[in-house]
């Protein structure tokens, strides 16, 4: 195929009142050559005026191809006309190269109110394909426009929630109101659409995710609308989880970086943040809640977050250093408790953890621990120990997972990350992940301490799941580097993960 070529294009209007819309969207297959990339659509209405639109990524299709999209929506009143028939061509700016998709020089052409135009070697196709699950809907609408030279009879989408274990069957109706065309605005002879619009809602349930294809029986044959090759998969969002060791107030411009961790929250929209030294201004013995590192990321936040933290030591003489989790969910329950046999506020061995339990919409109950251990020679071996046993009475019946999130201060080639993972009870989710980008990150400054005990740089933080949990990482990699939009803002970099049900 072109690197770039029409998927459909669509041309109504709709009336409320005295006033009317006219609504133009284009969607166009893109090939993805390099990530960089400028996709527009330049346009002409009845005036001749000629317009450019710049296109926003939609999603991705089989066979290395993305969609892009552009919504055009016009109102009649004062200065503003509709801008009725269109033609118009597709532009695609890539690597210094331009290619068109202008219809063999003719340029597309779609006239007021006609309904859809398909790409001309489709039969059918699913219009307005979204991702994404609404949240609280048990009905996925899908909306599909066929062809009417192919005469259909029957349009059947076919579906499953389990990847494929099973498949159910949902009927379309098709639309009586003659292939979607609207009221024009003015009284000209409206065109017979080329397509007619064929509608369905999947009952969903509860289900985390659907993976569809659509088929149309003609009396010629069966036709098939499969994304390209790859079905249609719509899911709600993943669980969302980011860990990151916060270096208790020793970062040079510190206020600046936690902005750039709140900015890096919300973008990514995790669910769960775990936080390791975690600063506060000692202040005598007083302590400073303002002056929480935690406290200040979660102020920062443009969504609501519950807070649970808690002190385990004093750090660098002068501050209070703890572990917090931030939960978009809520707590159902919080908990802390030391794993060290120390438990002064003046033994940098002292290790408490923070513990909380999560309700997260298809997911269930997880429970959370934002840890913070000490190296090898300080004390790991009873840490986890202690760590080990806490948790495995908290994992009771109707926890749907637990997650171990934080500095284990022990390298994958170390006794202390054999003795987590011959447990057999947890596994290294930044290890699993198809394209995981975890192996050799580590600080980005060196820290003495640290430094004389592990040698090299490399990974001392984690994202541990308990084994038999059904869920499965769909992505992993670190945060927070040279190599990312945010930059660095620790002495560690943070670990992100992205977690499925699994089946």
């Given at each position: ?40 659509v330049v346009w002409s209405d009845d005036d001749l005026t000629w317009r450019t639109s710049q296109a926003q990524f939609h999603g991705t299709a089989g066979r290395g191809l993305e ?405 499965r990482v769909a992505r992993s990699g670190p945060l927070f580097t040279d190599r990312d939009l945010y930059g660095p803002v620790s002495d560690h970099p943070g670990y992100y993960v ?6």
């Amino acid at each position: 195929m072109p690197p770039i070529r029409l998927l459909y294009a669509e041309n109504v209007v709709s009336r409320r009142g005295a006033r009317a819309v006219q609504h133009l969207e284009f969607r166009m297959l893109v090939e993805n050559i390099a990530y960089d990339k400028l996709v527009e659509v330049v346009w002409s209405d009845d005036d001749l005026t000629w317009r450019t639109s710049q296109a926003q990524f939609h999603g991705t299709a089989g066979r290395g191809l993305e969609i892009w999209r552009v919504h055009v929506r016009r109102g009649l009143g004062g200065p503003v006309t509709l801008p009725g028939d269109i033609q118009f061509a597709l532009h695609f700016r890539v690597q210094g190269s331009d290619y068109w998709d202008n219809n063999l020089g003719t340029n597309h052409r779609i006239n007021e109110s006609s309904g859809v135009l398909l790409c001309e070697d489709l039969s059918l196709l699913n219009l307005g394909f979204d991702g994404g699950l609404r949240a609280g809907r048990s009905l996925h609408p899908v909306e599909v426009a066929v062809r009417r030279a192919i005469a259909p009879t029957r349009v059947v989408v076919h579906w499953s929630t389990d990847r494929w274990k099973t498949v159910r069957t949902t009927p379309c109706l098709l639309r009586q109101d003659r292939g979607n065309r609207k009221e024009s605005q003015t009284p000209k002879k409206l065109e017979e659409p080329d397509c007619e619009i064929w509608q369905s809602q999947v009952p969903l349930g509860d289900a985390f995710q659907v993976e569809y294809a659509i088929s149309c029986e003609t009396e010629s044959g069966v036709f098939w609308d499969n994304n390209f090759g790859e079905n249609y998969l719509a899911r709600h969002e993943r669980l969302k989880v980011l860990t990151l060791n916060l270096h208790c107030y020793q970062e040079e411009n510190q206020d600046e970086k936690l902005s750039r961790i709140a900015k890096a929250i919300d973008d990514l929209g995790a669910d769960i943040v775990c936080l390791q030294e975690v600063g506060e201004h000692w202040n005598e013995g007083r302590g400073s809640w303002n002056s929480n590192t935690a406290k200040i990321i979660r102020d920062r936040l443009r969504r609501s977050y519950d807070l649970h933290t808690d002190r385990s030591h004093i750090g660098f003489d002068r501050f209070y250093e703890g572990s917090a989790i931030l939960s978009r969910h809520g707590f159902m329950l919080q908990d802390s408790g030391y794993v060290s046999s120390g438990t002064s506020l003046h033994d940098i061995n002292a290790r408490k953890i923070v513990m909380g339990q999560v309700l997260v919409p298809h997911f269930g109950v997880l429970n959370v621990f934002s840890i913070h251990l000490s190296w090898w020679s300080g004390g790991f071996s009873e840490q986890f120990s202690r760590l080990h046993s806490w948790a495995t009475v908290k994992h009771m019946d109707g926890v749907a997972g637990t997650l171990f999130c934080g500095d284990f201060n022990v390298t994958q080639d170390s006794e202390g990350y054999r003795a987590v993972v011959e447990t057999r009870d947890y596994v290294d989710l930044l290890t699993l992940a198809e394209g995981s980008d975890c192996a050799g990150n580590g600080w980005t400054r060196r820290d003495r301490t640290v430094a004389s005990d592990q040698g090299d740089d490399r990974r001392i933080d984690y994202v541990f799941l308990r084994s038999d949990c059904r869920l499965r990482v769909a992505r992993s990699g670190p945060l927070f580097t040279d190599r990312d939009l945010y930059g660095p803002v620790s002495d560690h970099p943070g670990y992100y993960v992205e977690l499925e049900p699994s089946w």
